[in-house]
T-cell receptor, first 115, second 114 residues
C-alpha cells in the first residue's frame, strides 16, 4: 500500500534563510511524487513533481525538491524564504503500477516565515 | 484560459436543506475528484470519476452523491445537510493521458450548516 508522511506539523524559518519541508513515502514500485501549496481560503496549487530522471526537481516560486530513493524521501527546499511563502504544504505520492489513479496526500506542514 | 471553477465559494445554510456544489473544468481532463478538508487539515477523498457516467466513492464515507454527465462538470449534492457536513470541499481534475495524473484544484467551497 502506498503512504506518505510529513513528520513536521509546522516549520518556522526567518526570512532570507533556507527552508526545508520534509516528506517521506512508501510505495511498492517507483513513485510519482508531488508538492502542493495551499494559501488561506484557497485550493491547492501544484508546485512541482518528480516522475523520473534528475533527482533534483525545480518548480514554481523558486522551490525545488530532491528525490532520494534510498531514504524514500522527497523534501521540499528553497534557498531563501520569503514571508509570502507562509502557507500549508502538502506532499503527495502515486504508485502508477499498483495504486491506480489514486494520489495519496500527506497531512500537511504549515510553514511560517518571519520577517 | 484553462481552469477549474467551483461555485459557490461560500455557503451558509440551515439543517435539512438540499444543496449542490458545482465544479467545472475547461482543461478537458478525464478524471475529476472531490475532497473534504477541514480548515488547515488533511484532505480526504470522498468521490472520484474516471470519465462520463463513471463515479466511485472515495476513502472517506460521505452522505453526498455526485454525477458526471458531461466531461467538464462534476457536481456534488447533499440531499439533507447537517452541521457535521460543515467543511471545505475541494474539486480537482487530472489528465490521465500523460500518465502522471497531476491534479489541479479549484478554489474550494466553504460550507457551513447551521
Amino acid at each position: 500500500a502506498q503512504s506518505v508522511a510529513q513528520p513536521e506539523d509546522q516549520v518556522n524559518v526567518a526570512e532570507g534563510n533556507p527552508l526545508t519541508v520534509k516528506c517521506t513515502y512508501s510505495v511498492s514500485g517507483n513513485p510519482y511524487l508531488f508538492w502542493y501549496v495551499q494559501y488561506p481560503n484557497r485550493g491547492l496549487q501544484f508546485l512541482l513533481k518528480y516522475i523520473t530522471g534528475d533527482n533534483l526537481v525545480k518548480g514554481s516560486y523558486g522551490f525545488e525538491a530532491e528525490f532520494n530513493k534510498s531514504q524514500t524521501s522527497f523534501h521540499l527546499k528553497k534557498p531563501s524564504a520569503l514571508v509570502s511563502d507562509s502557507a500549508l504544504y502538502f506532499c503527495a505520492v502515486r504508485d502508477p503500477l499498483t495504486g491506480g489513479f489514486k494520489t495519496i496526500f500527506g497531512a500537511g506542514t504549515r510553514l511560517f516565515v518571519k520577517a | 484560459e484553462a481552469d477549474i471553477y467551483q461555485t459557490p465559494r461560500y455557503l451558509v445554510i440551515g439543517t435539512g436543506k438540499k444543496i449542490t456544489l458545482e465544479c467545472s473544468q475547461t482543461m478537458g481532463h478525464d478524471k475529476m475528484y472531490w475532497y473534504q478538508q477541514d480548515p488547515g487539515m488533511e484532505l480526504h477523498l470522498i468521490h472520484y470519476s474516471y470519465g462520463v457516467n463513471s463515479t466511485e466513492k472515495g476513502d472517506l464515507s460521505s452522505e453526498s452523491t455526485v454525477s458526471r454527465i458531461r466531461t467538464e462538470h462534476f457536481p456534488l449534492t447533499l440531499e439533507s445537510a447537517r452541521p457535521s457536513h460543515t467543511s471545505q470541499y475541494l474539486c480537482a481534475s487530472s489528465d490521465s493521458s500523460g500518465g502522471t495524473d497531476t491534479q489541479y484544484f479549484g478554489p474550494g467551497t466553504r460550507l457551513t450548516v447551521l
